[in-house]
């Protein structure tokens, strides 16, 4: 046990200097983890690190899932509705379809039942690869929204057609009926499901009396409960956890102090780097187990067959989202829709997206060993070999292009900037300071002198913000940029004055930190403002 947790803190530097290296080549770090971990394995020492399933899907997942769903906006989420749902479900459906028949075809004894089985496994996008890869590309916002949602909710559709294939494989037997009244009671009982636990939770931190400290663990049990009384009830977990997320996530205001939101922030960032970097490099280390695991079929063959099945999937994706772009104009001229002309721009960089990820490879490490009376499950190593191509060619080719791909065809953004958003933002809370301050404290402003500075200093922003909105001449001017030095070269000072306090005796050091936090986060209000 010692030795194995040794090995796990090893893997977790190595993370880090990958992280380091990857951000040092401007690439996404998932790629370069995967790839690192495929080094990895080569070496014995780490050749007894496997993934097993039930810890991916109940460890893993719930956090990775929560935190995904807490960052999603729900009004992006709403606006662009149709088109996640379409992505989530119809067509993860009818790229299931394809790949079945197409690995019917081209496989020898492979089965129409096993094809769907597979296709289950590997349609639909990863919620962490695609998610993690997209928010570290520049991409057009509602590209990010899309791609978030989508992988948010496709497990839904992907897990039926796994549990109805695997379930035909063993029995022989396959109900469409069956299949899809059961299709929509997963969906619809792991969406209350998760809206009931969020609505238990939020009540707990509502009302219960609290410490930032104890919101902040509540954040991680959260996830975990919702999961854990979907998947009990046989329904789906993810949708539990991404429907109680977004709950929980537009409630954040109300349910948690501004304390708990900082240490929540900063914690749950921590966290979910270290969970990303150990997820994404245990794929790679799984190359020695699914290559012995591969039986009877030749490496040559193994490998053909999943280079195959990759390419039908990237080129099934991508004619979906063409297609669902011609039929986004199409239905415009009955409904209303977020975006009536799509193009073939954002539906070719969003087909191009669909990285596969753990997710895949965990399904696949599930389907058992055997089947009925001890036969051994038909053609299990080939799928999970398979499988593990595609995570590959998806992930790390898909992943390496598409900045390249983005570039190429010169995606134009048509939302607001998010400088000019920023400052319009800033200059209405200005204007509505200055207001509440004259109407509630009109006399005050003149008797009060710590009022009457506040009131000129936000009178000054005020004239300052306007004048930029009016010029358009934002956000560069060379004062405002040399003012933000001087103010960073003041709050430096400070801490240099602090350090000279902390060595006399009358002065204690836990004061003298919290005047140090206070700097920081000053620091980081400043450094994040964009003007």
């Not at 899309?146 to 035909?168: K, P, Q």
Request: proline share 4%.
């Amino acid at each position: 046990m010692q030795s194995l947790f040794i090995e796990y803190v090893t893997l977790i530097l190595i993370i880090l200097a990958l992280v380091m290296i990857a951000n040092k080549l401007k690439i996404a770090y998932p790629i370069v983890l995967v790839l690192g971990g495929l080094a990895l394995s080569l070496f014995p020492i780490f050749s007894n690190i496997t993934i097993e399933p039930d810890l991916v899907f109940f460890i893993f997942l719930p956090p990775l899932l929560y935190e995904a769903a807490w960052q999603t906006s729900w009004k992006e989420f709403w606006k662009w509705r149709r088109a996640i749902t379409s992505f989530a479900f119809p067509v993860v459906i009818i790229t299931s379809c394809v790949i079945a028949f197409v690995s019917q075809a081209l496989i020898p004894g492979f089965t129409l039942a096993l094809g769907f089985l597979l296709g289950g496994i590997i349609s639909p996008p990863d919620a962490i690869s695609a998610t993690t890869i997209m928010r570290n590309l520049k991409v057009p916002k509602a590209l990010l929204s899309i791609g978030e949602g989508e992988s948010l909710l496709n497990d839904a559709s992907s897990l039926i057609v796994f549990r109805f294939a695997l379930a035909a494989v063993i029995t022989g037997q396959f109900h469409w009926q069956d299949a899809t009244s059961n299709f929509f009671l997963v969906i619809i009982m792991g969406t209350l499901i998760g809206l009931a636990v969020g609505y238990i939770f939020y009540a707990i931190h509502k009302w219960l009396p609290t410490t930032p400290s104890i919101e902040v663990v509540l954040t991680f049990l959260t996830p975990y409960f919702m999961y854990y009384v979907a998947e009990h009830f046989h329904f789906s977990g993810v949708l539990a956890v991404v429907s109680g997320g977004l709950l929980l996530s537009s409630k954040r205001q109300s349910m948690l102090t501004y304390m708990s939101r900082i240490q929540s922030t900063n914690v749950w960032g921590s966290l979910v780097f270290v969970l990303n970097g150990l997820v994404f490099m245990l794929i790679g280390l799984q190359l020695p187990s699914v290559v012995e695991q591969l039986g009877d079929t030749s490496l040559e063959k193994a490998i053909g067959y999943g280079l195959a099945i990759s390419l039908v999937l990237i080129i099934s994706r991508i004619i979906c989202s063409m297609g669902a772009s011609v039929f986004t104009r199409f239905i415009s001229r009955y409904i209303r829709v977020a975006d009536p002309n799509p193009g073939w721009k954002l539906p070719l960089i969003h087909g191009w997206a669909g990285m596969r990820g753990v997710v895949s490879l965990a399904s696949a490490l599930s389907i058992p060993l055997v089947i009925q009376e001890g036969q051994a499950f038909p053609n299990r190593n080939l799928i999970l070999f398979i499988t593990f191509i595609v995570i590959l060619v998806t992930l790390v080719f898909q992943g390496l292009t598409l900045p390249w791909l983005i570039k190429k065809v010169k995606l134009v953004d048509n939302a607001i900037p998010e400088k000019e958003q920023e400052v319009s933002i800033q200059h209405k809370m200005a204007k509505n300071s200055l207001q509440y301050l004259e109407e509630k404290y009109g006399k005050n402003c003149l008797q009060n002198e710590h009022i009457n500075n506040l009131y000129e200093r936000l009178s000054i922003e005020l004239n300052f913000l306007s004048q930029a909105i009016e010029t358009k001449d934002t956000f560069e001017g060379f004062n405002v940029k040399k003012n933000q030095v001087i103010y960073l070269e003041l709050l430096e000072e400070q801490r240099n004055l602090l350090n000279e306090i902390n060595h006399l005796e009358e002065f204690d050091e836990e004061l003298i930190r919290k005047y140090h936090t206070l700097i920081d986060i000053e620091e980081y209000k400043i450094r994040e403002r964009k003007i």
